[in-house]
């Protein structure tokens, strides 16, 4: 049975960092893609990082320089590590494996 459970998450002020995890059974994160997306309120859900089988990683724009995918093939976690926050990374962050399998959300708000 594929889970994936988030955690990390919280308050945080402008220019502070968290670190997300996500962790998975089920299957092996080093043999498949996992991304993270997020969605804030009112709008759509977006994708922020992924990182490949091969661990090739990939960053929306929005992000680049500020936050990291990483993964663990030993612990079967994926990991975003987060820098420089800004209000309006506030959202609910969500780890996916190939965009059909999710996690149950975690909230992440940056204070002004």
């Known amino acids: 049975q594929v889970q994936l459970v988030e955690s990390g998450g919280g308050l945080v002020q402008t220019g502070g960092s968290l670190k997300l995890s996500c962790a998975t059974s089920?299957?092996?994160?080093?043999?498949?893609?996992m991304s993270w997306y997020r969605q804030a309120p009112g709008k759509e859900r977006e994708l922020v990082a992924g990182?490949?089988?091969?661990?090739?990683?990939n960053y929306a724009d929005f992000v680049k320089d500020r936050f990291t995918i990483s993964r663990d093939n030993a612990k079967n976690t994926v990991y975003l590590q987060m820098n420089t926050l800004k209000p309006e990374d506030t959202a609910v962050y969500y780890c996916?494996?190939?965009?059909?399998?999710w996690g149950q959300g975690i909230q992440v708000t940056v204070s002004p």
């Open positions: 996916s494996r190939l965009g059909v399998f």
């Open positions: 089920g299957f092996s994160v080093s043999s498949t893609g």
């Open positions: 990182i490949s089988a091969l661990g090739r990683t």
